[in-house]
């Protein structure tokens, strides 16, 4: 059973960047798709973006231009980082892995138990 | 605004049938893309529930059904428990934005 993990600081000041890593174990990174996504507090699922073995990256056009995801597969482990943060930013993150080999539009199958960021100085 | 929409609220008596819409456009669903549905209890990770618009993991219920058709969606729960009260998204793929969508959840209350 593929597990995910996210790690990072759980409070983070306006105007840094929010960073996080999300590690995969009991199972290989490799030749799947990965997505970061967010909740604000009582609201729905926000996707954030993704990413692929390789590096290849699809980000949510709201967030593109402060966002950005990298894998490392020699450590199973992928990253967010956001920039330029603000209270709006305030949001449980989820990692999680596409279904399917080589797909990027399937079903989100393991997910991560969650991180909780406070933007707040 | 979700691109999927999907009604705030339902609920339903024990032992009754209730359904989720989710709402897309020809972007997503009517552009074909698969529809994945997850079910999320308080304080908790969402759980992939329906993949692949109909199909259902392994372990779900098959009181939980999924269908398609044209740009819609929509997601069943026979036989209502008392453990089924929790938000439930639709999720999918859009062209236009070159990314993953979720419609904005509906919490189900079993009365």
């Known amino acids: 059973q593929v597990q995910l993990q996210e790690s990072g600081p759980g409070l983070v000041k306006p105007s840094e960047t929010l960073s996080l890593t999300c590690s995969v174990s009991r199972g290989s990174i490799i030749n799947y798709y990965w997505s970061w996504i967010r909740q604000s507090p009582g609201k729905g699922l926000e996707w954030i973006g993704r990413v692929y073995d390789s590096g290849s990256t699809n980000y949510n056009p709201s967030l593109k231009s402060r966002v950005t995801i990298s894998v490392d597969t020699s450590k199973n482990q992928f990253s967010l980082k956001l920039s330029s943060v603000n209270a709006a930013d305030t949001a449980v993150y989820f990692c999680?892995?596409?279904?399917?080999?080589?797909?990027?539009?399937?079903?989100?199958?393991?997910w991560g138990q969650g991180t909780l960021v406070t933007v707040s100085s | 605004q979700s691109v999927l929409t999907q009604p705030p609220s339902v609920s339903g008596a024990p032992g009754q049938r209730v359904t989720f819409s989710c709402t897309g456009s020809s972007s997503n669903i009517g552009a074909g893309y698969d529809v994945h549905w997850f079910q999320q209890l308080p304080g908790t990770a969402p759980k992939l529930l329906i993949y692949d618009n109909i199909n259902r993991p392994s372990g779900v219920p098959d009181r939980f059904s999924g269908s398609k058709s044209d740009t819609s969606a929509s997601l069943a729960i026979t036989g209502l428990r008392a453990e089924d009260e929790a938000s439930y998204y639709c999720?999918?793929?859009?062209?236009?934005?070159?990314?993953?969508?979720f419609g904005g959840g509906t919490k189900l209350t079993v009365l």
């Open positions: 999680a892995r596409h279904r399917l080999l080589y797909s990027g539009t399937s079903g989100l199958d393991y």
């Open positions: 999720q999918s793929y859009d062209s236009s934005l070159s990314g993953v969508v």
